[in-house]
């Protein structure tokens, strides 16, 4: 076996990897079930001579045969990646996430609500921010941290998690 194994192996891998168009590791698959298969019937294969040779082509053959079959009787397998690109927008989470902002936001004061509306929801910078509500650029940093750090507590308290 070892004789026929040394002689034969380069040939049938390339006559595999044909088989499985070029996918060198189901190719060293099939062969390696091939010799499984001849060591198996041993005593068969080395008793005639030049048997050994067209009996691992047919069994290499017939093994990528099983395979393309096997596979195409399976279901086409789902890759993570493609789960994950195909996103279902919801409209009720939406619905959910301003109903949870918007009692949030009740809680602050009215100084802390107006600087995040102007930062936030009317996307102003801190310079137009400051000029809308007549405030120095400062005192609408200073505002806008406190006010964030306040809305972080109202949702926590609510139960959302922070993300920060």
Known sequence: MQAISAAEEAHLLRFANTLTLGD?????DLVQEAFLRAWRHADRLVSTQGLARPWLFTVVRR????????RRARPVEVSPSALDTDVVFDPGENSLTAHVL??????L????REVLVYRYYLDQSVEDTAAALALPIGTVKSRTSHALNALRRALTSQGVQSYR
């Open 63 to 70: 093994l990528a045969i099983d395979s393309l079959r096997a």
């Open 109 to 112: 004061p009215p100084f802390h």
């Open 102 to 107: 918007r009692q949030a936001m009740a809680e």
């Open 24 to 28: 060198r590791h189901s190719a060293e």
